[in-house]
């Protein structure tokens, strides 16, 4: 009951931002028009085949669905590859730092140096990076932007995962220290075993555990960067319909296929950690 309403909540809440637009529809501020929107907006839910919008370039209608499912698959084609693959580099540096102290150091410094740039200068000073390259040796690594003949997926994925990377280490990193003070692992190594078996054995669920719960944050951070990242990238992706259309009911729409989703992910995560613990998760 308690989640049931928590979802409502959240949809309403949604709901009532993606109307807002229409306070400012004639340039000045109107709770009429707000009024209105969240009526028609309310009413067209009902009717998600009736629901068009205009293309702003060449004023073309087009029913939102399933135009959308384009977009919305290429933005998460990006956020859950970007996601996945940084949990694993993470668990690889976790190992090296556990196994190595001079790879504990290089990557604590590293990643140190990173998590102090804002995460939104990754995306200019990779694109930098890639162009420098290009002009002294001719050879294109990635195709940075999205064009009529060719879709970029490779290094917008490859930029996005710097921003979960970063924050996943310095989290797993803290809990690795803590795992390695604890008595078992003494013990197992006492035993014989390898460092890649008490690693395997004794420390990875844990870090595990630890990223679980705190999944929720490293998401929404890894999305909001996508975001923008889009629109650098010239990416077909749901900012789209974020940035470029006032319409309540399309924003609404947006919204909802983003959330759903990804609530749907952390209810997995919940779960899991539930299993594995007894105890829920912050909501």
Same mark, same amino acid.
């Not at 009532?16 to 067209?44: D, G, M, R, W």
């Not at 629901?51 to 073309?60: A, E, K, P």
């Given at each position: 009951m308690k989640n049931i309403l928590r979802v409502s909540i959240n949809i309403s809440m949604l709901f009532?931002? @993606? %109307?807002?637009?229409?306070?400012?529809?004639?340039?000045?501020?109107? !709770? @009429?028009?707000?009024?209105? @929107? =969240?009526?028609?907006?309310?009413? @067209?839910i009902f009717n998600p085949a009736d +629901?068009?919008?205009?293309?702003?370039?060449?004023?073309?209608a087009y029913n939102l669905f399933p135009f959308i499912l384009e977009p919305w698959f290429n933005t998460f084609t990006i956020l859950v590859s970007a996601i996945f693959l940084s949990l694993l580099l993470s668990l690889v540096l976790m190992f090296l730092m556990y196994r190595y102290q001079w790879a504990e150091k290089i990557i604590y410094a590293v990643? &140190? %140096?990173?998590? +102090?740039? #804002?995460? /939104?200068?990754?995306? #200019?000073?990779?694109?930098? +990076?890639? /162009?420098?390259?290009?002009q002294y040796t001719g050879m294109l690594l990635f195709e940075i932007a999205t064009s009529q003949s060719s879709n970029a997926v490779a290094f917008p994925v490859? *930029?996005?995962?710097?921003? #979960?990377?970063?924050?996943? =280490?310095? !989290? !797993?990193?803290?809990l690795m220290k803590n795992e390695k003070k604890?008595?078992?692992v003494e013990f197992a190594i006492s035993k014989g075993l390898s460092?890649?078996? *008490?690693?395997?054995?004794?420390?990875? &669920?844990?870090?595990? !555990?630890?990223?679980?719960?705190?999944?929720?944050?490293? +998401?929404?951070?890894?999305?909001?960067?996508?975001?923008?990242l889009e629109r650098i990238m010239n990416i077909f992706g749901v900012s789209v319909f974020i940035?470029?259309?006032?319409? #309540?009911?399309?924003?609404? /729409?947006?919204f909802m296929m983003l959330y759903i989703p990804i609530a749907l992910l952390f209810s997995a995560a919940g779960y899991i950690v539930n299993r594995m613990t007894g105890r829920r998760m912050a909501e």
């Open positions: 009532l931002i @993606a %109307c807002l637009p229409s306070l400012f529809k004639t340039q000045h501020f109107s !709770l @009429a028009n707000y009024i209105i @929107a =969240v009526k028609e907006t309310a009413l @067209a +629901i068009v919008f205009v293309n702003q370039r060449s004023g073309t990643n &140190n %140096c990173l998590s +102090i740039i #804002p995460d /939104i200068f990754y995306i #200019p000073i990779s694109i930098t +990076i890639v /162009i420098l390259i290009y490859l *930029v996005l995962l710097i921003i #979960p990377t970063v924050n996943s =280490v310095t !989290l !797993l990193y803290e604890n008595m078992y460092d890649f078996e *008490v690693f395997r054995r004794h420390i990875l &669920n844990n870090l595990m !555990l630890g990223y679980l719960i705190n999944l929720k944050q490293l +998401i929404w951070i890894t999305l909001s960067s996508l975001l923008f940035f470029d259309y006032n319409s #309540p009911i399309v924003l609404f /729409i947006t």
